[in-house]
């Protein structure tokens, strides 16, 4: 049976930064530097299409399912010897465009989420195919969902059935509604009972929508771990799986939660 009071504390190290406009060159160089400040982490987290900026113009910049991309991804995670991810603008086997969240390994295996809620309002739905499935993954015993972006704001694709230890959210959330997702992630902690990391960007896109960052770590109450605020680097923070575990034993509110069935 999985102890999970028993796992290593996890290191993360979120990368809050500005983004070059449908410039993939200049953003991977841009990265590169920043991961050097990044050594000793366990997990390394980009904000949303950390390659182009969130862009609705799918069809000039979508990638093959393992191209560039993927390829520095995972050799960035292997020489850092750490998870590496963040989502990109890919064109699927089946033709069809996705905003991908790429999880690379440092053993060289990547694997994917796609992302579920389509931002209608830039009209993302229109140039991208919504993701089918959630998707749970591994790092040293701990149990992480990806999410993306607009996914924040829907509860019951959030709701975690699998104990998840961390809900992580990579995003472009414009600063015109900051306040949403500054109440919003602490609500997903709070009745996830898990830590949640979310990484956002700053500065300008090419459209003109304004960022105001905001990255942070809550933990399983909703308290704040780490808010970077307006900062532009990257910037570390633990967690200890031994709190989780000890807060879930006094406090099990999952055990009261409602069943559900997701439906496409």
Not at 125 to 138: C, D, F, M, N
Not at 211 to 239: C, H, I, K, P, W
Not at 246 to 263: K, V
Request: with cysteine.
């Amino acid at each position: 049976m999985r102890d999970p009071s028993a796992l290593p504390d996890l290191k993360l190290a979120l990368i809050q930064t500005t983004l070059a406009w449908h410039d993939p060159a200049a953003n991977y160089a841009h990265f590169q530097r920043l991961l050097e400040q990044a050594h000793g982490a366990d997990l390394i987290i980009l904000p949303e299409m950390f390659t182009t900026g969130f862009s609705m113009d799918s069809a000039a910049l979508a990638e093959p399912e393992e191209g560039a991309a993927y390829a520095w991804l995972r050799e960035q995670a292997q020489r850092l010897n750490a998870v590496l991810t963040g989502s990109v603008i890919i064109r699927a086997a089946d033709g069809s465009h996705r905003n991908r969240l790429l999880w690379a390994r440092p053993d060289g295996e990547v694997l994917h989420y796609d992302k579920r809620h389509l931002f209608r309002m830039a009209g993302e739905h229109k140039h991208y195919s919504p993701g089918e499935r959630q998707v749970q993954l591994e790092l040293k015993g701990w149990r992480i969902r990806p999410l993306i972006c607009y996914d924040l704001r829907f509860p019951v694709w959030s709701r975690d059935p699998q104990d998840t230890d961390l809900l992580l959210y990579t995003a472009n959330w414009p600063a015109a509604r900051r306040q949403h997702w500054n109440r919003l992630l602490p609500a997903r902690a709070i009745e996830n009972l898990c830590y949640v990391a979310a990484v956002n960007r700053v500065g300008t896109d090419g459209k003109g929508f304004a960022y105001s960052g905001d990255s942070q770590v809550l933990d399983f109450q909703g308290e704040t771990l780490l808010d970077v605020a307006q900062g532009d680097g990257v910037f570390r923070v633990n967690l200890s799986a031994a709190e989780l575990a000890a807060y879930r034993q006094r406090f099990p509110a999952n055990l009261d939660a409602d069943g559900f069935d997701l439906r496409p």
